[in-house]
RNA sequence: CGAGGUGUAGCGCAGUUUGGUAGCGCACAUGGUUUGGGACCAUGGGGCCGAAGGUUCGAAUCCUUUCACCUCGACCA
């Protein structure tokens, strides 16, 4: 018995993309509004989302070594002062503590935005030696910055997310380790949100206040904007020199270990949203829909039928994550339409027809095709079935964004792709902060990322100055 | 933080100009008829009109202050 939900249509993406996301993310029930601005509530449906999500990448922190742990929310201001660049990065979108039990505080508390400072402070106390390294440790747990315009998933000012921390001996390590860890961001993105990704390095403009380098992987929205989706960062020694962070080396001298932080947060959700949903709502991949198969009984009062939607349930439910909407007094297409806007990647029909038949009706969320199978090797069929639609919705999204991705030679191709098809512009860039920033402010297109792919386009001059360049880039206007 | 907009039932709105004690649609509850792509009939419950002050015999409506949210810009996972 599930609860009653409420009926409306969702905005067409193509009158207005804002409109539809709300409209999806609040008629799913994915999030709701809170009483403070910027900081959402996540709905059950929702967190189901981000619990499997969670899962897959907990599951590979793990397989590589790392352990969870968690550290405090509030940070002392004179431990987040100690990394010079870091401070300066976040001090606008910090919160702060000033009270605690009734009194004023003798040192102000920063609500984390972000943990390197804690973290580093506690490790400095805990390294002695080489024998104990690497550190390879991560949580799991919400961050606050104060942001000015804010957006369910995609911008609050309080996300959940994960942040791994890790120290090692030698730079080597540590940048092996901020590759693995992006891999494995890619990988699981890939493969379970089905979401392709450019993956790449930040211009030293767009990387981590207080890091060495910032590597990315960037996913492409329906409306043409990129989302930053998972940061990896080779934050060098900056940090552990600053929090004096010193152990015994193989030679017996004192020296600072390498550092890493990665993290991936509940945006993910906005980009599965984004990427995948139509105006009939969300879609959303196989392998982490909350609901993977929904039975809608046809003509559900009529005998037996409800019985064999119940049998064909608990024959499923071992193996798929199963609902039967037995509500009564709504039509079977009034159901329909409400699990289709849910996301629900297979919808299955069973009436009085069937029965007789023996079979059901099979409708898939991604194309809506509807297939008739019998109830003999159903489980076999649905497994296939879901392989299919996970597969196909990777490859429609590759070719969604492959569609919306472009190159350009000069500025005056660079504005024209980005008005006549926004997306991804891939230019050849000289490397400098002027350019960077004159491409920003004539176009509004930030530098997303340069990718380990790389490939010469045109003559292989600047876009924007046209002096030699060694790197192609990824360009696009960005949430 | 700049510019604009909106706050009336869970949601969407009317009522505000011209003050007279709150209404519509959907949703919700009950009963009945329905059920293969958003069914229908009947009955019913639900609102100190964002908040605080003021004017007035009387304020959703007029005045002042304040808070929140949305959209667009500048800044950001």
């Known amino acids: 018995m599930g609860k009653k939900q409420k009926v409306e249509a969702v ?11 709300t409209d999806v993310i609040s008629k799913t029930e994915l999030v709701d509004y809170s009483p ?66 009734g009194k004023e505080l003798a040192e102000r508390l920063c609500i984390r935005p972000t943990s390197e400072t804690i973290i580093c402070s506690m490790y400095s106390k805990w390294l002695n030696t080489y024998r104990q ?43 092996e380790e901020t590759m693995q860890m992006l891999d494995i961001y890619r ?17 030293e403009k767009e990387k981590f206040a207080g890091a060495y380098s910032t590597y990315t992987m960037e996913a492409l929205m329906h409306d043409g904007q990129a989302l930053q989706s998972g940061t990896s960062h080779n934050l060098g020694q900056h940090f552990t020199k600053a929090f004096e962070i ?23 959700i906005g980009a599965i949203i984004m990427v995948h949903g139509d105006d009939n709502g969300l879609v959303l991949p196989p392998k982490i829909a909350p609901t993977q198969l929904v039975i809608i009984p046809i003509a559900q009062h009529k005998e037996g039928v409800l019985d064999a939607a119940y049998e064909i349930k608990n024959s499923l439910k071992e193996k798929f994550r199963v609902e039967l909407d037995d ?17 629900v990647p297979i919808r299955l029909e069973i009436g009085p027809r069937d029965i007789e038949e023996g079979q059901c009706i099979l409708a898939r969320r991604d194309t809506g095709e509807k297939v008739q199978v019998s109830l003999e090797d159903l489980a076999t069929t649905i497994e296939k079935l879901l392989d299919e639609i996970q597969d196909n919705m990777y490859q429609k999204a590759l070719n969604m964004r492959e569609q919306k991705t472009s190159i350009a030679e000069d500025m005056n191709e660079f504005k024209d792709n980005l008005t006549k098809n926004p997306g991804f512009i891939k230019a050849m860039w000289c490397g400098s902060r002027e350019c960077e920033d004159k491409i920003k402010d004539e176009t509004g297109a930030t530098l997303r990322c340069v990718p380990f792919e790389q490939e010469v386009i045109g003559d292989g001059t600047c876009v924007c100055c046209r002096e030699k360049a060694n790197d192609m880039a990824y360009f696009a206007r960005a949430y």
Request: glycine residues 6%; proline residues 6%; hydrophobic residues 35%.
């Open 11 to 21: 905005t067409p993406m193509n009158e207005d993309f804002a409109r539809w996301y």
């Open 36 to 101: 403070v601005k910027g900081f959402m509530v996540i709905r059950p449906y929702g967190y189901a989302i981000w619990e499997n999500i969670q899962k897959e990448y907990d599951k590979r922190f793990k397989e590589t070594g790392h352990q969870n742990m968690y550290f405090p929310l509030l940070i002392p201001e004179s431990l987040l002062k100690k990394e010079a660049e870091h401070v300066e990065g976040f001090a606008p979108e910090v919160a702060w503590v000033t009270h605690g039990g």
């Open 133 to 175: 390294l690497p550190f390879k440790y991560n949580q799991w747990c919400s961050v606050v910055r104060w942001e000015k315009t804010t957006r369910p998933f995609l911008r609050t000012s309080e996300f959940l997310w994960q942040e791994g921390h890790t120290l090692h001996e030698t730079y080597d390590e540590a940048q």
């Open 187 to 203: 990988d699981v993105a890939e493969e379970y949100l089905a979401i392709p990704m450019v993956v790449g390095k930040k211009s």
């Open 246 to 268: 010193s152990y015994l080396d193989r030679e017996n001298n004192q020296a600072n270990p390498y550092h890493t932080s990665w993290g991936i947060s509940t945006r993910l």
């Open 327 to 343: 509500m009564d007094g709504y039509t079977p297409g009034w159901k329909f339409n409400q699990w289709e806007m849910k996301g």
